[in-house]
T-cell receptor, first 115, second 115 residues
Framework: AQSVTQLDSHVSVSEGTPVLLRCNYS??????LFWYVQHPNKGLQLLLK??????LVKGINGFEAEFKKSETSFHLTKPSAHMSDAAEYFC?????????????FGSGTQLTVLP | EPEVTQTPSHQVTQMGQEVILRCVPI?????FYWYRQILGQKVEFLVS????????KSEIFDDQFSVERPDGSNFTLKIRSTKLEDSAMYFC?????????????FGSGTQLSVL
């Protein structure tokens, strides 16, 4: 069985300050991990994914995430928030089978960016 | 970037009525999925579809649910007799290749409200 926990349901940052969205997972396997973003009235968009290559993964729009097996974490970061980053972010874990059924979503973190 | 489109964006129906949620996946994609998110809960897998057949389905996807690709472009989810607990945001997704390790493209969702 696998699970994913997003530790903050809401995060609020000022524009230009760093963003940290936290995600912890549990899995019996070596998982694949993803971050998706959903802007208002838009579909879920893949930001980045980890699939057992480099532990530091760079994604779109300046986001990156680091896979830390010892901490079972996959936190999402960005050095400097932009107003357009305001959205809901989902951490997702998948088992190695790659089955779509085995995609487990976190409960989401709503990011607010203050001017 | 190509998009998955879903219609309608909002659907209100009476309990016991049939609803059809429509999706147009990305044109060269071969794998199609439905997920849903009940308010306040996590995104859940419903079904995956390939080569005009269901590949996988979850326990949620009972006999009241069906999927179809009627004309080679649309991908529909039908709920035969809606229940109050079917109220949720329904997301369609598609991918070129199988599985969660591939990039899934999601639509913006259909908010279904069952009264």
């Amino acid at each position: 069985a696998q699970s994913v926990t997003q530790l903050d349901s809401h995060v609020s940052v000022s524009e230009g300050t760093p963003v940290l969205l936290r995600c912890n997972y549990s899995s019996s396997y070596s998982p694949s991990l993803f971050w998706y973003v959903q802007h208002p009235n838009k579909g879920l968009q893949l930001l980045l994914k980890y699939t057992s290559a480099a532990t530091l993964v760079k994604g779109i729009n300046g986001f990156e995430a680091e896979f830390k097996k010892s901490e079972t974490s996959f936190h999402l970061t960005k050095p400097s928030a932009h107003m357009s980053d305001a959205a809901e972010y989902f951490c997702v874990v998948s088992d190695p089978s790659g089955s779509a059924r085995q995609l487990t979503f976190g409960s989401g973190t709503q990011l607010t960016v203050l001017p | 970037e190509p998009e998955v489109t879903q219609t309608p964006s909002h659907q209100v129906t009476q309990m016991g009525q049939e609803v059809i949620l429509r999706c147009v996946p990305i044109s060269n994609h071969l794998y199609f999925y439905w997920y849903r998110q009940i308010l306040g809960q996590k995104v859940e897998f419903l079904v995956s579809f390939y080569n005009n057949e269901i590949s996988e389905k979850s326990e949620i996807f009972d006999d009241q649910f069906s999927v179809e690709r009627p004309d080679g472009s649309n991908f529909t989810l039908k709920i035969r007799s809606t229940k109050l607990e079917d109220s949720a945001m329904y997301f369609c997704a598609s991918s070129r290749r199988q599985g969660a390790n591939e990039k899934l493209f999601f639509g913006s969702g259909t908010q279904l409200s069952v009264l």
